[in-house]
């Protein structure tokens, strides 16, 4: 039971607390403002590629359709304990549309050939060409105290990422 004459609380706005320097040097973050307060979203790395000038406009679409079909299809949805909806569409199977989007990216995918695995990496599962540059060739030196891609490394996944965007743009044309 409350007590007379209680004053009711004002809700304070929450002060989100900004990337540690190891998630800053890992991706880019942008500071957004809601009722709620101040949050940090992280940007797409497709993204900060176009804001840069790395990428053209009409390749970034091309990155981003493949990068929405790729979330739609392989990321799994969300599980709740209190999502009470039947599961599936009554025969087992996946649903009509979800059943378009796999075979269209599937198709995507089949015209990128090589390339597949950076833009499935670059597009769909956020890395940074950084990243994809040190999977594939290591570090710079010794590592230490950051790991630094090599520069050819680094510049052949430039070309590689802007070749499967064209590629895409022609496939989606």
């Known amino acids: 039971m409350a007590k007379r004459g209680a004053r009711k609380q ?3 706005p929450q002060i989100a607390l900004a990337p540690t320097q190891e998630q800053m040097l890992q991706s880019e973050y942008a500071e957004t403002v809601s ?3 101040k949050r940090f979203v992280r940007v797409a790395p497709i993204d900060s590629l176009r804001k840069r000038g790395t990428i053209t406009e009409e390749q970034h679409k091309a990155l981003s359709r493949f990068r929405d079909l790729w979330i739609a299809c392989e990321r799994p949805s969300p599980k709740s304990c209190l999502d009470m909806s039947p599961k599936g569409n009554g025969n087992g199977g996946p649903l009509p549309r979800k059943l378009a989007m796999q075979s269209e990216l599937q198709e995507l995918e089949c015209c990128l050939e090589g ?4 833009t499935r990496k670059v597009a ?3 890395w940074s060409l950084s990243q994809w540059a040190i999977h594939i060739s290591g570090c710079k030196g010794s590592g230490e105290p950051v790991c630094l891609p090599k520069t050819n490394a680094l510049n052949n996944a430039v070309v590689d990422i802007r070749f499967a965007a064209n590629r895409l743009i022609a496939r989606l044309a």
């Open 10 to 12: 004002k809700v304070k």
């Open 35 to 37: 009722p709620e307060g």
């Open 115 to 118: 390339l597949a695995h950076i």
């Open 124 to 126: 769909g599962e956020d």
